[in-house]
């Protein structure tokens, strides 16, 4: 078995800490990693297989890509990058990128569009491999990225959960890279030498100006504070109900309110 770099070691105990916390994988699982050829989903099959030969409990791993249709996407990169490390793979061949400028909503990205689309195949698929948990490869940046997105133009306070059960009950989402940043998966994808690849959508790679502009922003942040990623990721999980706004957290509100009328 060949040395574990620092970069490895690190990731192992974050992405480790993180199926901890949030009781993402159990003894049995057959995870279903949503493998789309990015630098993201690339980490965290590695990290999952390299996790799955240490761990106390059996799980095995399926990899399913979601060919959207365009006619350069490089699926037999894929193919031959599992291939050689021994990984199952599954390829869905879908028209999605053909259907996406007939039902994109006014206001919706096509990247947002094309996820809600692929989530659906991934569900599907899922249900046909067998999969118990399906594995996503969002790591600390999206969650942070998200947060605030939602809290500047939304109204709302949330991000996105590191383990999430469908609506029906049939199936978990979880988020391994969740305590991962976006450069560190980028540096283990190529550290590993897996092969990245883009979908070949137009759209491919081209931020909504809001989220540009929250990248830019956290970018700036970090250079004074550079634990304040970390800093956000700890705080979303040290939320204190009774000092927000929300009356459905608070129902002492809504008895002050009643007696004050």
């Not at 206001?107 to 689309?117: D, K, Q, Y």
């Not at 883009?198 to 989220?211: E, N, T, V, Y």
Request: hydrophobic share 40%; aromatic share 4%.
């Amino acid at each position: 078995m060949k040395d574990r770099s620092p970069l490895e070691i690190r990731l192992a105990k974050k992405v480790g800490t993180a199926i901890s916390d949030f009781n993402m994988i159990e003894a049995g699982d057959r995870v279903m990693v949503g493998l789309s050829g990015g630098k993201d989903s690339w980490a965290l099959i590695q990290m999952l297989d390299v996790l799955r030969r240490r761990a106390p409990v059996a799980f095995t791993i399926v990899a399913v890509n979601v060919d959207s249709g365009y006619k350069d996407y490089k699926h037999d990169v894929i193919t031959r990058a599992c291939a050689k490390r021994g990984w199952e793979l599954r390829i869905e061949h879908t028209n999605i990128g053909g259907v996406i400028d007939d039902t994109l909503d006014d206001g919706e990205t096509p990247c947002s569009l094309c996820a809600r689309l692929r989530r659906g195949v991934l569900y599907r698929v899922a249900r046909e491999v067998g999969a118990t948990k399906i594995a996503l490869g969002h790591h600390m940046d999206d969650f942070v990225e998200t947060v605030l997105l939602n809290l500047f133009f939304q109204g709302s306070l949330k991000a996105m959960p590191a383990r999430l059960v469908s609506d029906n009950k049939q199936h978990v989402v979880i988020r391994p890279l969740v305590y991962v940043t976006e450069e560190e998966a980028r540096a283990y994808a190529q550290e590993c030498g897996l092969p990245v690849i883009g979908c070949c959508c137009p759209a491919c790679g081209d931020l909504s100006l809001k989220r540009q502009r929250i990248k830019r922003m956290l970018t700036e942040l970090e250079l004074e504070h550079p634990d304040v990623k970390n800093s956000m990721i700890k705080a979303l999980g040290n939320v204190l109900p009774s000092h927000l706004l929300d009356r459905r957290l608070n129902p002492v509100a809504d008895l002050v309110a009643s007696v004050a009328v």
